[in-house]
């Protein structure tokens, strides 16, 4: 089952892990050790986000590494500035519709 | 002078939520009409080079506009809004949904929500501002809502949306 995306961040826990990895790749013990959760529930929701490809496993000697998908920012970025584009163009002209009624009122 | 009106987009991924602020150099009178009015909509609400065609339209609670958003080359991509609250000059909300050229709604949907405020401006014109929120229900429906707006190669782009949006919390 594909995973909802909204659904991985929506988890305070969840962001709070991003949040850590986000500034160095560290194993589900050392991740654990920062929340008064089990190391089951830790394993859990790294679970999840790697199942949504937010994070990214790497195997060094017998310890697992956490780290996040950090190449995407960029992309993230294109997409956010394009969104907000298309509403920028929208408003744009409607600087103009705007522009035009005024002058017809009067 | 356009660039001192106030433009502010921010994205809420957890909350499916887009928060959109924008001031207009025009009276709120203005402003509501060029919102709800078919006729000033076809003149504006699509984005570049796409234009729009408002079908019907009956701006009243329970009433709906059905429109399409057409591309330079003539592709037709219908939607339906129904709106669900109307506070004249001041507010209004309504359901959007893609939909068929038979106006058969293509569900889950997003929630719309407008609110209206003139003020005075730095020059003594009334400078009205409008708050957009749209919350959509999946994450699915939020893809297309973007992709409605864009050209081909910006299509490749969404392919990736769902991994660009988890990673937004990076941030």
């Avoid at chain 1, 305070?12 to 194993?27: D, G, S, V, Y």
């Avoid at chain 2, 709120?28 to 609400?45: G, I, M, Y």
């Avoid at chain 2, 409008?130 to 992709?147: D, G, W």
Wanted: charged share 30%; glycine share 4%; hydrophobic share 40%.
């Amino acid at each position: 089952m594909r995973r909802d995306i909204f659904q991985a961040i929506a988890d305070p826990t969840r962001r709070a892990i991003i949040t850590l990895i986000a500034l160095q790749a560290m194993t589900p013990n050392a991740i654990a050790d920062n929340f008064n959760i089990t190391r089951q529930a830790v394993s859990k929701h790294l679970r999840v986000l790697t199942e949504c490809e937010l994070v990214k496993q790497e195997q060094q000697g017998r310890e697992i590494y956490y780290s996040l998908e950090i190449e995407k920012m960029k992309e993230i970025d294109r997409w956010l500035d394009q969104l907000r584009k298309i509403w920028e163009s929208q408003f744009n002209r409607l600087d103009q519709v705007l522009s035009t009624m005024k002058k017809q009122k009067k | 002078m356009k660039n001192n009106l106030l433009f502010d987009f921010t994205v809420d991924k957890a909350a499916k939520t887009v928060f959109i602020t924008r001031e207009f150099d025009a009276n709120l009178d203005l402003v509501w009409d060029a919102f709800t009015k078919a006729e000033f909509l076809d003149q504006w609400n699509a984005p570049a080079p796409f234009t729009a065609k408002t079908k019907a339209m009956d701006f009243r609670v329970g009433g709906r506009r059905f429109y399409a958003m057409i591309s330079p080359e003539g592709n037709e991509r219908w939607a339906i809004q129904r709106y669900t609250s109307i506070s004249p000059k001041t507010n209004f909300k309504m359901f959007n949904a893609f939909a068929d050229k038979d106006e058969n709604p293509e569900l889950p949907g997003s929630e719309w929500d407008y609110t209206f405020s003139e003020q005075n401006g730095p020059d003594g014109h009334p400078v009205t501002k409008v708050n957009i929120t749209i919350y959509n229900e999946s994450l699915a429906r939020m893809e297309k809502m973007i992709e409605m707006g864009f050209t081909e190669g910006f299509k490749m782009i969404m392919h990736n949306l769902e991994n660009l949006l988890a990673s937004l919390s990076q941030k």
